[in-house]
């Protein structure tokens, strides 16, 4: 069954330093893999996703994601992080059930970038 | 007004009323979803609308929980009989296709907090 895990429940980083949140999956042919984000008291918003092409994916706020198949990864990744950028981050993949492309989403990983 | 959105942004009510949460998707968007995230969890699929139709009501916890979508766009969520397991975000997103693309991308509203007590 398709699945999506991020190992982490928080990462903490400095500001400026670079930045991990980490995405594994599991799924059966190509996957379609999302990365959204959420804002306190906001609802969820698009940062980047993979379908074909070119591993290395550039997103919205200077964030990018890299497709790893071997490894299964899809980690998202930021070169200087921001204290802005503190936030819940929510990796997703997209399994065609019933017809229609369902969002799978991981459990969430809390982002806290200090000063 | 490009995005979705959602009303009310919060919600208290009592335990055993009904209550209704709508959602505006963006315009043109054919595909619509309801999601619920409980306090520290994740977010709980519920059921997905492909033009007025739901094809996928797989998530709906209970038979108290029913949504409607009326004319290709507004949803109700509508709860009856709340209990206090129901206190949520609701969320609501929508995409332009749903059917069969991969690369449709889901965007969301705001949510709405519910709150029963």
């Known amino acids: 069954a398709q699945s999506v895990a991020q190992p982490e429940d928080q990462v903490n980083v400095a500001e400026g330093n670079p930045l991990t949140v980490k995405c594994t999956y599991s799924?059966?042919?190509?996957?379609?893999l999302f990365w959204y984000v959420q804002y306190p008291n906001r609802g969820l918003q698009f940062l980047l996703k993979?379908?074909?092409?070119?591993?290395l994916v550039k997103g919205s706020y200077g964030f990018e994601a890299e497709f790893n198949k071997s490894q299964t990864s899809f980690h998202l990744k930021k070169p200087s992080a921001l204290v802005s950028d503190s936030a819940l981050y929510f990796c997703?993949?997209?399994?065609?059930?019933?017809?229609?492309?369902?969002?799978?989403f991981g459990a969430g990983t809390r982002l806290a970038v200090h000063p | 007004g490009a995005g979705v959105s959602q009303s009310p942004s919060n919600k208290v009510t009592e335990k055993g009323k009904d209550v209704e949460l709508r959602c505006d998707p963006i315009?043109?968007?054919?595909?619509l979803y309801w999601y619920r995230q409980s306090l520290g969890q994740g977010l709980e699929f519920l059921i997905y609308?492909?033009?007025?139709?739901?094809?996928?009501k797989s998530g709906l916890p209970s038979d108290r929980f029913s949504a409607e979508r009326t004319g290709g766009s507004v949803s109700t969520l509508t709860i009856q009989r709340t209990q206090q397991e129901d206190s949520a975000v609701y969320l609501c997103?929508?995409?332009?296709?749903?059917?069969?693309?991969?690369?449709?991308?889901?965007?969301f509203g705001p949510g709405t907090r519910l709150t029963v007590l």
């Open positions: 997703a993949v997209s399994r065609f059930s019933g017809g229609y492309n369902k969002l799978i």
């Open positions: 997103a929508s995409s332009t296709y749903g059917v069969g693309l991969a690369n449709d991308t889901q965007y």
């Open positions: 609308f492909q033009g007025n139709s739901a094809p996928d």
């Open positions: 315009s043109g968007h054919t595909a």
């Open positions: 799924v059966s042919g190509n996957p379609y």
């Open positions: 993979y379908i074909t092409g070119d591993n």
